[in-house]
C-alpha cells in the first residue's frame, strides 16, 4: 500500500471542494489511482503526465475538470511508493505545481 502526503496548499484547496468532489477524488485514488500505483501502468482514463514546467511532478486527471498535482517523495515504508499530492482543483491549478 502506498503512503501519503500533503503539502499545504493541497490540503487547503482540498476544502474548496464540495464534499461530492471529495468523495470522487478519493474513489478515483482508491479505486484507480493506488492498484495502477502498484502495477505500475497507470490507465489512460488517469491521463496521468508529467508537468514541463515541473519537471517530477506528475498531473491526474479525476473528472473531467478535476486534476490533482502529485510526486514521488521519500519512501517512508520499504517497499511502497510514496506520494505527495500537491495540489487539487480545476484545470486551472496547472499554472503552477
Do not use: C, N
Not at 479525476?62 to 511508493?81: F, I, K, L, M, N
Amino acid at each position: 500500500m502506498p503512503t501519503f502526503e500533503t503539502l499545504p496548499r493541497f490540503t487547503a484547496h482540498l476544502q474548496h471542494l464540495s464534499p461530492a468532489q471529495r468523495r470522487r477524488f478519493r474513489r478515483v485514488v482508491r479505486d484507480a489511482f493506488v492498484p495502477d500505483l502498484r502495477t505500475g501502468h497507470f490507465r489512460p482514463g488517469l491521463r496521468i503526465k508529467g508537468l514541463r514546467v515541473a519537471p517530477g511532478v506528475y498531473e491526474l486527471t479525476w473528472v473531467p475538470d478535476g486534476r490533482a498535482t502529485w510526486s514521488y517523495g521519500r519512501e517512508q515504508v520499504r517497499g511502497a511508493r510514496h506520494i505527495v499530492w500537491h495540489r487539487i482543483g480545476t484545470h486551472g491549478i496547472l499554472t503552477g505545481p
